[in-house]
């Protein structure tokens, strides 16, 4: 169960799938609000943030200001593993592209601008081939 930590093999073994629909950031007093799921939670002094669907955030009537597109890294990468982020990061950076990411047991997820999605896998995909 054990991740890969080499570098090469993590940025080689990329394989970045583009998962369907607009994903939100936003904010929640007091929990989840009924009828949300959300892809991703983060506990803040300030508030549980949550990442979620843009239909759900409609719906529960919660604000947003950044609409994502959701790219998951199909490699297993270990949380222990050095320079992965750093390099996707620079990758889509020097693309032009913000990247906000949260570390999952077994895969990183990606949360780029939904209008440049297709372009941000595209760039990984690059960095994969070269890495190989």
Not at 64 to 80: K, M
Not at 105 to 115: A, I, K, R, T
Request: net charge negative.
């Amino acid at each position: 169960m054990t991740g890969e930590s080499d570098l090469r093999k993590l940025l080689s073994g990329m394989r970045p799938q583009l998962n369907p629909g607009r994903y939100v950031f936003t904010t929640a007093q007091g929990g989840i609000p009924p009828g949300v799921t959300p892809v991703a939670t983060v506990a803040e002094e300030e508030g549980l943030t949550l990442v979620l669907r843009q239909e759900e955030a409609d719906a529960a009537g919660l604000p947003y200001d950044y609409a994502a597109g959701w790219i998951t890294l199909r490699v297993h990468s270990a949380l222990e593993a050095v320079g992965l982020t750093a390099a996707f990061a620079r990758e889509l950076a020097d693309a032009g592209l913000s990247c906000n990411v949260v570390a999952g047991f077994h895969h990183d997820h990606l949360f780029v601008p939904y209008e440049s999605a297709a372009r941000a896998v595209a760039v990984l995909e690059d960095l994969a081939r070269r890495s190989a």
